[in-house]
């Protein structure tokens, strides 16, 4: 049993002006130990969909319809249709989400220590001499000095290491699931480089299922077993990494790997997408991206198209032209897209 | 072919514009209604202190026999202790006190801006000078500064109590406006202005404050209000000499002459006490609706 | 033509308060204990040059006055004398240096003579009657604010329920009212036409023949008089209090730290306490100050209003009776007074907030 399995999960935001249909019918499974990827630009409904995922969707947020069900120990539950003081164990004790570091994910004016201690005690540990053995062994995970963390404010510490800190804090209750939103957006380069080896190191040794959402496609190469990438609330293609790198289906996947330079790419090789994403109030009939897409036909803008399995096992795409992106792109090539459309 | 020459403004079009503004202005405020009330009192009062006594003659003579009345068809809002009637009173009483706190927030609101831009882009040991000056008058209790100034230089005319008033309200307003005009004069059309050298003085009237429209005009409604709080305070309290009939005078005569204490004075105490409530009401709902059109982050508030 | 401007001069330069105050200036506390120093000392400068160097001034009125009760019996000299004595200054020296001795008597906490009870000290004077002040004001800042901010906090987490509309308008209606029109409405109502409460008992600091001292009839009966004055200065301040705490509140709602705390599945009371309430109190503790001073203006009509012997009571007597040490005393007094609390809110503020205080930034 896949630890998360959601299904069919719509997510609308309500306004004055109507409903903006933020996240659409999205379904994915993540199983036990696997790292997935999910990949999208500003306004693609990543974040709405992670933090719907914890029931922590703002005001004037509405899930329309869709289950989430995670499963522990052979035990199943639809997040959905959890109780609040349930909720509340969920939360953290079973799946963690970590905000960006740049965000203010701490509140300014208690210390770190006392944030570990109110997570601890929220989740019904009492005893502080364990949870500050605890938190030591945390930050000594993320290769950060206790002694000097733990009576700090949160405006003492840098961007790298508040980021660090909300990981150690995050792995507390040995969460099955962890989440993470943009975790390396907005550091410095050297940062993000020690962010992702310590993700990486963290699941190795102590092997948690992890979903990341961001719009950068590197993080997903180094960290990711799995991908989707997401256009207009939707998911548009699903595939393991190396599928989804080495053998794109959809033409956004496409359009997005384009946009990527390489190291040793020629210079012009780079390529955005031309145009703009929908307004989710007003989603044009038929495929969301069709009017972007430089293999639209007729067909595409008559109907939303499913998710369809395409020649890879355990690989969909949203497209009902995926063959025809195969051929153009030479199917079954090990050269990675990117080189190849340079 | 012709190019289009530049034609001066016809007079219908000069009253377009401005006239355009307001029925748009009166469109953001209809949908406040806290707002538009406040407004609406406003101009209700304005139009009662200054328009409204052209057609109603001042009724000033004593008449023993009528003191204290019930409220009736010839004297509505009942008599005073000399058997006066009391809403010729209220009519004729609201000029000096409006006419005093306007033109005390407008010296106030003068004084604020011609120092904060002084301070700002004068900068140097002015500017700290200023700054020290303004959190001085700041923290020194207006109230108990006015009554002490009050009481030395006694003031005789109306004019020179809003003198005064205006003296001690330019505080807040100069801060803001100093922060403004900081952070503003760094800005490109500033320094464009300035390689112009079109001027200090063209500076900040023609680029720095027309930004600052909205915190002048709802700090100048504001400012009224103080005013008029200081204002009726101290001719309560019996500073000012007084001459001739106004709200708080009415309010010190009630006091000096007991009517507090009569079971049948209370049209004559509260009269006053309503109509300096429903403008101060005004003022400030009027006030916070500006703020919040003006700055619309605010909303929803 | 260049096409390029030439370079401008800045404008302005900012005084750079550091190079003349030096490490002092950084500590935020130190800071701020300088400029307390600093208004007290531009307020008595003011208060000085107000007295002396006014038309028709009150030193020469007094001067005219005590020639005149002579008869003839007094020099010029003598009066000025007699005068400089009740001024604390030293009228035959020059400007300066009366202005230098009258500063040195105020370090001696003199404050000079009243005009009336001639030889009594001004400074016993105020001090008889500073403490009512500071009491009534005291005790009604305090309630306003601590019932304030619990109604605001209320108000915001049950944003647009019937609670917070009427806690809102009831609010923003009672702070727009001067406070004087309410203790008269006060009076008039529940005095008056209801005849709820007696009011000519409750004049006065405490009833006559009481002895004061620490015992709980004294206490008791200290509040009971008391008590009409911090009504009103309740009524009048709670509701800026309610509406400066609830939009606190709502922006601290909007916080990412809040989101972050409930996905660690932090209890709501946790979460409104520590996260909320703390982070949305902050910039309120520093109107607290400001809101001194507006009330002790204030207080001097509700004293009067009410014949409660405070401060502000003394002053208006002052006034009618033209004895200016006792004004230039009691302005004095009050200014210093409000310039403590400013200090003393900027303190609890620094405590309050960890943010100040610290000579840290961002570490490596």
């Known amino acids: ?342 | 072919m012709t190019t289009a020459i530049l034609t001066r403004p016809t007079l219908g079009q000069r009253v377009a514009g401005p006239l355009a503004a307001l029925v748009g202005f009166l469109r953001l405020l209809a949908r406040r209604p806290v707002g538009l009330a406040g407004f609406i009192g406003i101009v209700f009062f304005l139009l009662l202190a200054f328009v409204v006594p052209f057609f109603v003659p001042l009724t000033n003579d004593p008449n023993v026999g009528a003191i204290y009345q019930p409220p009736s068809l010839a004297h509505p809002l009942s008599t005073d202790f000399q058997g006066k009637d009391v809403l010729n009173q209220i009519v004729y009483g609201g000029r000096d006190i409006l006419l005093v706190a306007i033109l005390a927030a407008f010296f106030s609101t003068v004084i604020a801006i011609t120092l904060g831009s002084l301070a700002a882009i004068v900068g140097g040991r002015l500017d700290a000078a200023l700054v020290a000056i303004t959190d001085v008058a700041l923290t020194v209790p207006q109230l108990i500064l006015l009554i002490a100034v009050a009481a030395i230089l006694r003031p005789t005319s109306l004019f020179f109590v809003a003198v005064i008033l205006g003296l001690l309200q330019w505080s807040n307003l100069l801060l803001q406006i100093r922060a403004q005009v900081l952070s503003l004069k760094e800005r490109d059309y500033v320094e464009a202005a300035r390689s112009l050298d079109l001027g200090l003085f063209h500076i900040i009237f023609r680029e720095i404050l027309p930004t600052m429209r909205s915190y002048i005009v709802i700090n100048f409604v504001l400012a009224v209000s103080q005013a008029m709080y200081a204002q009726v305070g101290i001719i309560l309290l019996g500073l000012v000499p007084l001459s001739g009939t106004n709200w708080g005078i009415m309010l010190y005569f009630a006091r000096d002459q007991g009517a507090l204490f009569f079971r049948d004075s209370l049209w004559y105490i509260l009269s006053p006490i309503v109509a300096i409530s429903l403008v101060q009401l005004s003022l400030v709902y009027f006030a916070s609706a500006l703020e919040e059109i003006f700055n619309p982050r605010l909303g929803g508030a | ?364």
């Open chain 3, 1 to 364: 033509m260049t096409a390029v401007p030439v370079a401008t001069k800045p404008i302005g330069v900012r005084w750079n308060p550091r190079r003349y105050f030096g490490p002092l200036w950084r500590h935020p506390i130190a800071r701020a204990f300088l400029k307390a120093l600093l208004t007290v000392w531009v307020t008595t400068t003011i208060t000085f040059f107000l007295i002396r160097l006014m038309p028709g001034s009150p030193v020469e009125l007094k001067i005219d006055e005590l020639i005149q009760t002579a008869n003839g019996a007094l020099t010029y000299d003598d009066a000025r004398a007699i005068a400089s004595g009740l001024f604390a200054i030293n009228l035959n020296a020059p400007l300066h240096e009366q202005y230098l001795s009258f500063i040195w008597s105020l370090l001696h906490l003199d404050l000079g003579k009243s005009f009336l009870s001639s030889g009594t000290n001004v400074t016993t004077i105020i001090l008889a009657v500073l403490p009512w002040t500071l009491f009534s004001v005291g005790t009604g800042l305090l309630l306003s604010f601590v019932v304030g901010i619990g109604l605001g906090l209320l108000a915001a987490y049950r944003r647009n329920s019937l609670l917070d509309r009427v806690v809102s308008t009831a609010g923003s209606f009672v702070s727009s009212v001067p406070n004087y029109l309410i203790a008269l409405l006060l009076i008039v109502f529940v005095g008056v036409q209801w005849r709820l409460v007696n009011f000519t008992s409750m004049r006065g600091a405490y009833s006559s023949g009481m002895q004061p001292g620490f015992t709980l009839d004294f206490i008791g009966d200290i509040f009971y008089h008391a008590a009409l004055p911090i009504t009103i200065y309740f009524l009048t301040q709670i509701g800026h209090w309610i509406l400066s705490m609830r939009s606190a509140t709502l922006s601290a709602l909007e916080e990412d730290y809040v989101t972050a705390a409930r996905a660690r599945g932090l209890s709501d009371g946790r979460i409104r306490s520590a996260y909320v309430g703390r982070n949305a109190v902050l910039p309120l503790v520093t109107q607290l100050a400001i809101s001194v001073g507006f009330i002790v203006g204030g207080a001097a009509i509700i004293e009067q209003i009410f014949a409660y012997q405070g401060v502000g009571l003394r002053l208006l007597d002052a006034v009618r009776q033209r004895d200016y040490p006792i004004i230039q005393g009691i302005v004095l007094l009050t200014t210093v007074s409000v310039v403590v609390a400013n200090l003393a809110a900027d303190l609890l503020y620094s405590k309050l907030d960890p943010r100040i205080g610290r000579a840290g930034g961002a570490a490596g």
């Open chain 1, 1 to 342: 049993m896949p630890v998360l399995s959601v299904q069919n999960l719509s997510i609308d935001y309500l306004t004055r002006r109507g409903a903006v249909h933020a996240v659409r019918d999205v379904s994915f499974d993540l199983e036990k130990a696997e790292t997935l990827a999910i990949i999208g630009e500003s306004g693609s409904g990543k974040t709405t969909l992670a933090v719907g995922l914890i029931r922590l969707s703002p005001r004037g947020t509405k899930v329309t319809k869709g289950e989430i069900i995670y499963t522990k120990n052979g035990i199943t539950n639809d997040i959905r249709k959890l109780d609040d003081d349930d909720l509340r164990e969920y939360r953290w004790a079973e799946c963690a989400m970590v905000f960006q570091a740049a965000l203010n994910s701490f509140n300014p004016v208690i210390s770190i220590w006392e944030q570990f201690l109110d997570t601890a005690q929220a989740h019904g540990i009492k005893d502080r001499h364990r949870v500050r053995d605890r938190a030591a062994d945390l930050l000594d995970l993320v290769h950060l000095d206790a002694k000097r963390v733990l009576p700090a404010f949160p405006h003492e510490l840098s961007g790298g290491m508040k980021q660090r800190v909300l990981i150690a804090l995050a792995l507390m209750l040995e969460p099955q699931l962890v989440i993470l939103d943009e975790p390396t957006t907005a550091l410095d380069i050297l940062t993000q480089r020690s962010i992702i080896d310590l993700l990486r190191q963290l699941r190795q040794k102590l092997g948690f299922s992890m979903i990341f959402i961001s719009h950068d496609l590197s993080i997903a190469a180094e960290l990711a077993d799995r991908m989707i990438t997401m256009y207009a609330g939707r998911v548009v293609e699903r595939a393991s990494v190396e599928d989804m790198f080495y053998r794109p289906r959809h033409p956004y996947s496409v359009g997005l790997l384009r946009a990527v330079p390489r190291v040793s790419g020629a210079l012009g090789s780079v390529a955005s997408i031309p145009g703009s994403p929908p307004d989710l109030m007003r989603l044009p009939k038929g495929c969301s991206y069709a009017p972007r897409c430089p293999y639209a036909i007729e067909a595409c803008r008559e109907a939303d198209p499913p998710l369809l399995p395409v020649d890879t096992p355990r690989h969909e795409a949203a497209c009902i032209r995926w063959q025809h992106v195969a051929q153009v792109l030479g199917s079954n090539a090990e050269i990675p897209v990117a080189e190849k459309l340079a």
